[in-house]
């Protein structure tokens, strides 16, 4: 399918594109970009230089990625940057600060370019297919996580450690984090969260400022004085860190309630008064909540113009944290949360810190310490000896992506032609090309020269290298001995509101696409014990239609979405009611019979119910299959018998809805990458 896409309000065509690496085909024409070339309300267009460990915190003085509006750069951007690719990030970050959607003209508003520079970004991102256009909106899509997924792999430690994690919060029931250090904020790479109706858990990606997380000082311990000064700049420049809208504002003076740094009981601040030293033994610890602690005893100093602010106590506390090997954090964040971390080391460097986190109803901060540091020693020893200095094994070039298989750079070639052809001057090559770099890194890839960047990705040397230059400039990727690395700061690309996408979420707009192509009802369903339950629908507007709402639960065995999901379970492990009861005269309710229709439908990978779960009702399944093949949900058209014969449904209906489910699967494998997909 494919159309010229006007700029504005109408959807260009969707045409995934393979998912991998789309070379240069023509002379790149993004130009020298001076500093006027970008827009001041674009955070990211700061310089920043992280430091060659993809987990240390960031390199020398720089503005934080992350910081509002009117922090100052530090110099120019190089004369070899590639404008269109500053401007498309710069179009990204929007629209993850935005929780992943935004209209165009809102686009046009916060990031200060042209309406028609926003329109013809948002087209070719869509072309990528990293954002959906929904009339005047922009959505980011799952297919957008494979950059931060290029950066997980590259890290390993998800890989290496998630399974790890993932114990550890079932022995302990509490969620427990993995956590990169960022510049001077932290990153979380893996959640194993808990299951509960207080839910405590942050997004996958975001940035936390590292003074108000149990994480920060431990990072913050390995600073030198020039990492110091950067932050200590970025305080007074953002003093509420508006530039961190994962975390509530911090406000000053803090003086919470017998839970704040300092506080000595109910609405009692710090009272030794401004600039005297806080001794002693039972001293409440910086930053710790107020929590006397017998090994903390270090002294300190307020500050001699206010009381204190959250995290005015931060360098004694990564002083603490060097010394005691572990961090804690009471409710730095935010009223109620807190948590403790212990750090992983590889080579003697923090490769990640393990974060423990729980809220006050079940436990206090020294209790958190009290009861779960022994096992937290324990559980960081076993994952510092999963970690070895050998260097992976170099695996393809293409290793680390969400899919398998990947075209030859001829063939990506060929897709970037198309899609100019296509689309015309709507589609920016430069931006494709310089996204494209970040896909070349992944697992066994984590350090690439200029050749082999160029070689992964299909680009002309002079192409990688200016995409290069720019996303170190932008601080995305960093640059030691001639060799290139991803930072944390990739998983700022639409990772976050992204990380908690769900199955259905990843199948609306496919099951919708599909509904108005064939003008039929389309739903997905999981299996629910020996049941169905509709997770997502789009109903056809006719006058006579199958109407059922998401929730609904039917008997798996007569229905196709059921039969789907069943055909696949191991023999004799299929949830059956003890009798098939029937619900019309034509339902199966042989046992014998249902079992050969299953070995049908396994060997056809389709279901067709013709009146069984209602008369009159026709319905044709396929499977929705998991990175591993198992098949986790079903995808259906249903309508009346009379609209469609069985001989149409398998003739017309089925090809789409294959194809549908591809596209589902392909996203959820994606999404899936590094975390698990909720079904429901």
Not at 70 to 95: C, S
Not at 170 to 192: N, P, T
Request: some cysteine.
């Amino acid at each position: 399918m494919s159309s010229n896409a006007t700029p504005s309000n109408t959807t260009p065509p969707r045409a995934t594109p393979p998912n991998a690496a789309r070379p240069c085909t023509t002379p790149p024409h993004g130009s020298a970009a001076g500093a006027a070339d970008v827009s001041v309300n674009v955070p990211e267009n700061t310089p920043a230089r992280p430091t060659p460990s993809a987990s240390g915190p960031g390199g020398p003085a720089e503005v934080s990625g992350d910081a509002p509006a009117g922090v100052p750069a530090e110099a120019g951007v190089p004369t070899e940057a590639v404008t269109p690719l500053i401007r498309g990030i710069a179009v990204l970050r929007r629209l993850t600060s935005a929780d992943g959607s935004s209209s165009l003209s809102g686009l046009e508003r916060s990031t200060g370019l042209a309406r028609s520079t926003v329109d013809r970004i948002t087209a070719t991102l869509a072309r990528m297919g990293y954002v959906r256009l929904d009339g005047r909106d922009a959505v980011l899509t799952p297919r957008l996580m494979e950059l931060g997924n290029a950066y997980l792999a590259a890290l390993r430690l998800p890989r290496l450690l998630g399974a790890q994690a993932d114990a550890l919060a079932d022995a302990l029931d509490e969620s427990v984090s993995l956590a990169v250090g960022d510049r001077d904020g932290i990153r979380f790479v893996h959640q194993a969260t808990r299951r509960r109706a207080m839910s405590l858990s942050f997004r996958i990606g975001d940035l936390l400022p590292a003074e108000r997380t149990a994480p920060g000082p431990l990072f913050a311990s390995e600073w030198n004085e020039e990492e110091w000064t950067h932050w200590r700049r970025r305080r007074a420049t953002d003093p509420e860190d508006r530039g961190f809208p994962a975390v509530p504002a911090r406000s000053r003076p803090y003086t919470e309630e017998n839970d704040g740094p300092y506080a000595q009981g109910p609405k009692r601040p710090y009272t030794e008064g401004a600039g005297r030293p806080y001794v002693g033994d039972g001293r409440p610890y910086p930053g710790d909540g107020g929590t006397p602690h017998p090994e903390k005893a270090t002294p300190g100093t307020l500050p001699s113009n206010q009381l204190p602010a959250v995290g005015d106590d931060f360098e004694d506390r990564a002083a603490e944290a060097g010394r005691l090997g572990w961090a804690s954090d009471d409710q730095l964040i935010e009223p109620g949360l807190v948590a403790v971390s212990m750090p992983v080391r590889e080579g003697g460097r923090i490769a990640c810190v393990v974060n423990v986190v729980s809220h006050t109803s079940r436990h206090s901060a020294a209790d958190l310490r009290e009861t779960l540091l022994p096992r937290l020693r324990t559980a960081v020893a076993a994952m510092e000896r999963e970690l070895t200095p050998e260097r992976p094994t170099p695996l393809p070039v293409h290793a680390g992506h969400a899919d398998p298989v990947r075209p030859t750079p001829s063939g990506l070639a060929d897709w970037t032609s198309a899609s100019k052809h296509e689309l015309g001057r709507e589609f920016v090559e430069s931006l494709a090309r310089g996204l494209t770099v970040i896909t070349a890194f992944g697992e066994g890839r984590a350090e690439l020269t200029l050749t082999a960047v160029a070689q992964a990705t299909g680009l002309a040397r002079a192409t990688a290298r200016r995409a290069l230059i720019t996303l170190e400039h932008l601080g995305y990727v960093t640059a030691h001995d001639r060799v290139f690395r991803l930072t944390p700061r990739v998983l700022g690309l639409g990772y976050p509101p992204l990380s908690r996408t769900t199955l259905p979420e990843i199948a609306a707009p496919h099951l919708s696409e599909l509904s108005q192509r064939l003008h039929d009802s389309v739903s997905l369903a999981v299996l629910t014990g020996d049941e169905i339950q509709y997770t997502g629908r789009v109903s056809t507007s006719r006058v006579m239609s199958v109407n059922i709402t998401v929730g609904t639960r039917l008997p798996a065995y007569a229905t196709a979405l059921g039969r789907v999901i069943l055909a696949d379970l191991p023999e004799g492990q299929a949830p059956l009611p003890p009798e098939l009861n029937p619900l019309t005269p034509r339902t199966i309710t042989d046992p014998e019979r249902l079992r050969a229709e299953l070995d049908r439908v396994r060997e056809s990978g389709y279901a067709l119910v013709e009146g069984e779960l209602e008369q009159g009702l026709r319905s044709i399944a396929v499977p929705v299959r998991d990175r591993d093949g198992r098949v986790v949900a079903a995808v259906n058209v249903a309508m009346h018998s009379t609209r469609r014969t069985a001989e149409s449904c398998v003739r017309d209906v089925l090809p789409d809805l294959h194809a549908t489910a591809t596209r589902i699967e392909e996203d959820l494998r994606i999404a899936g990458s590094f975390r698990q997909v909720p079904l429901n």
